[in-house]
């Protein structure tokens, strides 16, 4: 589903992704584990579009990203969800998670939001309140039902638990575990697999932007 062949990724004068390949199949969770500073988050952003590559393939369901705008992403139901949230501060809950609906002009968004909100019910119980008023924890729930929303064939996770309490990354995992039951293909990338080990069908160590499988 997606492939990434000797992907070579510069910011300024830095060599950041260095001649990096993995692939991911239908179904499958993958992770991309590694340290903070060795990759992950400009992997991600490389194959959303938001950064370019210097030199490598990128394919999704056999098309060319490489050359592709970033918006085109969504288009392709790929849902990605940043390590930092990026909600918009003067919308609600709900209204962040419809941006991707608003972008793409999805039409069946009502059932969409009714899986998502049976799947995350927390999001519905903060669909009111501003995004300025949850906690990291929460926001992170709401990152991911935006993600989800788009997400239909292929959803990336940078960091999903990363920096909130125990009780919500127990929560976060419970998610993923029935997003994965749920035949949801994901790739994600943390910096420790130690809540991810019984549901990764395979793991990508990142190390200095260079990729090896575990």
Not at 88 to 109: C, T, Y
Not at 148 to 159: H, Q, T
């Amino acid at each position: 589903m997606l492939s990434l062949n000797k992907i070579n990724v510069d910011i300024g004068p830095v060599g950041i992704i260095k001649k990096a390949s993995l692939s991911l199949s239908q179904g499958e969770m993958v992770g991309l584990i590694g340290r903070n500073g060795a990759g992950k988050t400009t992997l991600l952003k490389t194959i959303m579009g938001i950064l370019k590559t210097k030199s490598g393939e990128i394919a999704f369901e056999n098309e060319d990203l490489v050359t592709l705008p970033s918006e085109k992403r969504a288009q392709m139901l790929i849902g990605y969800m940043p390590e930092d949230r990026r909600l918009i501060p003067s919308m609600s809950s709900e209204e962040n998670i419809m941006i991707p609906v608003w972008a793409v002009g999805l039409e069946d968004w009502k059932e969409r939001l009714e899986w998502i909100y049976k799947i995350i019910p927390e999001a519905k119980d903060l669909k009111d309140r501003p995004s300025t008023s949850l906690s990291g924890g929460q926001q992170k729930l709401i990152a991911l039902s935006r993600a989800l929303m788009v997400g239909r064939k292929l959803l990336l996770l940078d960091e999903p638990t990363e920096g909130i309490a125990p009780a919500l990354t127990k929560r976060i995992i419970e998610i993923l575990n029935n997003l994965k039951k749920q035949g949801v293909t994901t790739l994600v990338a943390e910096s420790n697999e130690k809540h991810y080990e019984k549901m990764l069908d395979r793991t990508f160590i990142i190390e200095r932007g260079e990729i090896k499988l575990k």
